[in-house]
């Protein structure tokens, strides 16, 4: 055959299957915002995702100069992190950017700012008049409800679970091109991310339209009522498959085999065990399918719902875990002739396990995939010796990137996010033997939806942060972050590296995470078996000492068990600095614990107490000498309730207090209980005065 008639040929296949798949609307990629079973087979019409973002342009080569550059959208950067300049800065700064382009059918399925001024202008299919014009954060955070309140619809009808935390989840298709332009300066913070799908050429695609709102309300009702509670999802239709299983300690057992071709649609699991999460670490779960020699699923099987260490509540579309332990992924697994799930206990100990499966008759075609889910841990790693990037996941063959965990322990001794933060890194994805990766971001924290190194617990639909112990982010630390519309598929290679920079040099890092793809037959990846020493928890340093630096600079730390006091009691726990704190449980409101502090200056200080939450706790106010901290709206007043987790916060009083050298009592007033408290004990760890500058 000639060889220029062969290229043709594939040009005319690859056109006229693109003609056979649905034409993709507003309406159709709403609806895939929550269909986790489309995941499992490769894409039609077939499409890439890549990302624009405000990375630091000077990471130029992968593993170069620069590649660990960390200066993101700060403003002021070396190289501007922008695709082009349309018009030069004016007398005031302010200059027209392009920051986002595709030429060829696509679909905007992502957005994402942690802060950002100045307008956004987007274009679409080359018209001269921009479809959206308008504030650049409410483009990238809340663009449906301000195209609607612009043109006089309801935008109460079209926020809510579409705005995730800092990130936008509003599907913008275009027919033949995109172009997203930033009125800005770029002296200023300019944080953006923004994810775009490129559909092979001859895809179907009707174009956005501000129409589009109204036309598909039923669409984007339905997609906001299941992000909002992804459990109102309607349950998979098939047969379910009940097991119980014992396991004693350094056995392994079939808990399920089928035979035939279908698809486990539900996996359901619950363990029993003396030592929780040593048995969620511990006990590994596999899921093999059509006889592969090595399984799809080799996790352990708390970490594979996103639940560990330990039992960690949240829900999402594809994982779910309940607070007494019942842990659901609602991905599914195909397979063609056989599927096998396998549980081992390595905990040392025997576990009990219940567990569900719903299991349909699936097809299998050629665009069917298999589900992997691989695990890696490193524990003992050290962040002294500069940065460098994690590997996730390095597939080869053809499939789709959905999703990604990490499991840490953060030893960190400085008690705030500044100075103790883990997640200054960048996520890096190679696609498809790309010399330099299609998706570079600005933060680990933003590639999570969130940031500002936030220690607080967060659960959405599509990404959680369901355990971070504190104080800041020192301790356990559990982030996801799940691929369903913003999903990356992959023809020959898929390599996610997640870069790791810390604030401060941090011996004793560990750094478990999950990857999760799927994989046409064939496709492999560098995934080994784990070791022993992998599945062991991590422990916290013993009576570790918090360190005055970071957002805790100049602090004078005084450690609450060192404080006289009278009413509380000294408890022991290996959160606590000190492994120690002091513990008060009043009996009515208006019960006091008083400390007495010295200070050894005079000055202006602000005070911030670390304090233990928990399902138990109470809320109480702070005086100072019999003053109460407070202001125009009344006393200053902690709530410590947290429903499920133990752990510590950092609560501040920033109003400068003036305090003369010498002794003082810091007084901690019972207010009362949160309604759902089961108790109103009070847990005070540590505190610091910080010494205010006065203004001149």
């Known amino acids: 055959m000639h060889a220029r008639i062969v290229p043709l040929i594939l040009a005319v296949l690859v056109t006229a299957g693109a003609l056979a798949a649905e034409t993709v609307t507003t309406g159709t990629l709403l609806s895939e915002m929550t269909d986790l079973a489309r995941l499992r087979e490769f894409p039609d019409p077939a499409y890439d995702t890549v990302q624009f973002s405000s990375y630091d342009r000077t990471s130029q080569i992968a593993g170069g100069p620069g590649w660990f550059a960390n200066n993101d959208g700060f403003g002021r950067e070396r190289i501007p992190a922008v695709l082009s300049t349309l018009k030069e800065p004016d007398a005031e700064g302010v200059g027209h950017y392009v920051i986002a382009e595709v030429d060829g059918p696509g679909a905007i399925v992502r957005l994402w700012t942690a802060l950002i001024d100045g307008r956004i202008e987007l274009y679409l299919d080359g018209a001269k008049s921009p479809v959206y014009s308008g504030g650049a954060e409410d483009f990238l955070m809340r663009l449906y409800p301000t195209l609607a309140k612009a043109h006089g619809l309801p935008a109460e009808g079209y926020a809510n679970s579409l705005s995730q935390r800092m990130a936008g989840y509003y599907p913008v298709p275009f027919a033949r091109k995109c172009r997203i332009v930033w009125i800005g300066r770029l002296a200023r913070t300019h944080f953006y991310q923004i994810q775009i799908r490129r559909y092979e050429p001859g895809a179907r695609v009707r174009t956005f339209r501000v129409e589009d709102l109204t036309t598909y309300k039923d669409e984007i009702a339905r997609a906001q009522k299941y992000l909002a509670d992804p459990s109102a999802m309607p349950a998979p239709a098939g047969r379910t498959h009940d097991f119980r299983l014992s396991l004693p300690a350094g056995t392994a057992t079939d808990a399920l085999t089928l035979e035939g071709t279908g698809a486990i649609a539900r996996l359901t699991l619950q363990l029993s065990a003396q030592d929780m999460d040593r048995a969620l670490r511990q006990t590994v779960l596999r899921v093999s399918c059509d006889g592969y020699s090595l399984p799809q699923v080799d996790s352990p099987v708390g970490d594979f719902f996103g639940a560990g260490p330990g039992v960690n509540p949240y829900d999402s579309i594809p994982m779910k875990v309940e607070t007494d332990g019942t842990m659901v992924c609602r991905f599914v697994m195909p397979y063609q002739k056989s599927a096998r799930i396998r549980l081992e206990n390595r905990s040392g100990r025997p576990v ?308 003369s050298a010498g002794e003082h009592t810091l007084t901690l007033v019972y207010k009362s209980r949160n309604p759902d408290s089961k108790g109103p004990i009070i847990t005070g760890d540590f505190l610091w005065l910080r010494p205010v500058e006065r203004r001149r």
Request: net charge negative; glycine share 12%; with cysteine.
């Open 352 to 659: 009990e396990i219940r567990g569900a499966a719903i299991v349909n008759d699936s097809p299998w075609s050629r665009r069917s995939m298999y589900l992997f889910a691989r695990w890696r841990a490193n524990h003992g790693l050290s962040t002294a010796r500069g940065p460098f990037d994690v590997p996730f996941v390095v597939a080869h063959g053809a499939g789709r990137f959905v999703g990604a965990v990490v499991y840490l322990m953060n030893p960190t001794p400085i008690p705030t996010p500044g100075g103790g933060w883990w997640g200054e890194g960048d996520e890096k994805i190679f696609v498809d033997n790309e010399a330099f990766p299609s998706t570079f971001g600005t933060g680990s924290e933003d590639y999570f939806n969130y940031a500002w190194s936030s220690p607080d617990i967060f659960k959405h639909a599509y990404f959680a942060q369901p355990r971070c112990d504190g104080p800041g982010t020192r301790g356990f630390i559990v982030n996801s972050r799940w691929h369903v519309l913003d999903d990356l598929p992959f023809k020959q290679n898929l390599a996610f590296f997640m870069e790791l920079l810390h604030h401060t040099p941090t011996e004793g890092f560990s750094y478990a995470r999950m990857g999760y793809y799927y994989g046409k037959p064939g496709t492999y990846d560098e995934h080994v078996p784990m070791t022993d020493a992998d599945l062991e928890l991590p422990q916290y340093p013993v009576g570790w000492e918090p360190l005055a630096r970071g957002g805790a600079d100049r602090g004078i730390i005084y450690q609450c068990e060192a404080l006289p006091c009278r009413e509380g009691t000294v408890v022991r726990g290996e959160l606590f600095a000190g492994a120690r704190a002091v513990q008060w449980v009043p009996s009515r409101e208006g019960d006091t614990l008083n400390f007495k502090i010295n200070v050894a200056q005079p000055g202006r200080y602000s005070l911030h107490l670390v304090m233990q939450m928990s399902p138990d706790a109470g809320r109480f106010g702070v005086s100072i000498d019999g003053t109460p901290l407070g202001g125009e709206e009344g006393d200053w007043m902690v709530d410590l309730f947290e429903p499920y987790l133990v752990q510590l916060r950092e609560f501040a009083f920033q109003r400068p207090i003036e305090l």
